[in-house]
């Protein structure tokens, strides 16, 4: 698949130029694990993994989403270095500003880059990429680091 890199440790990898976008998905996401984290526990707010890494896939056949879901959650959650997980679709809410152009989201955490790296280069990871290349229409890839200190 064109432009898909699988061993490049961090940045934002892209088919196509989103700047908008980009950002508006990436907010309503961290808003969201933000709001997660705050009811996770009464009176002491969870933190979220420090390295986050959330891919918006776009497939060909908008039908497969269920199907790469379910190769997500069976080769990449196991990935020893992989801290929290989560794969699913876009959800309306009727909200302008709430950015659907993606037929399936996958957020995995990681504690820090080594950890990272070490899921780009696990061949379960490999063998996602190489399974579902053909069938992506296209994909953005979004990493960030926590800026609160540890």
Known sequence: MAGFDAARPSGSMR????????????LVLLGWLASLAACAAPGAA???????????????????????AADCVALLQPIPSVREFAVGRHLDTGRSQVVGDYDLLLFVGFDDERGYQEYLEHPDHLLLVER???????????????????
Request: contains cysteine; hydrophobic residues 40%; charged residues 25%.
């Open 15 to 26: 088919c196509e130029e989103r700047p908008t976008v980009r950002g508006r998905a990436l």
């Open 46 to 68: 969870q933190r979220p993994p420090a390295l986050l890494h959330l891919v918006y896939f776009r497939l060909v056949d908008g039908a497969d989403a269920e199907a790469l």
């Open 132 to 150: 579902w290349g053909s069938r992506l229409a296209g994909y953005t890839v979004h990493d960030a680091l926590d800026l609160q200190p540890r």
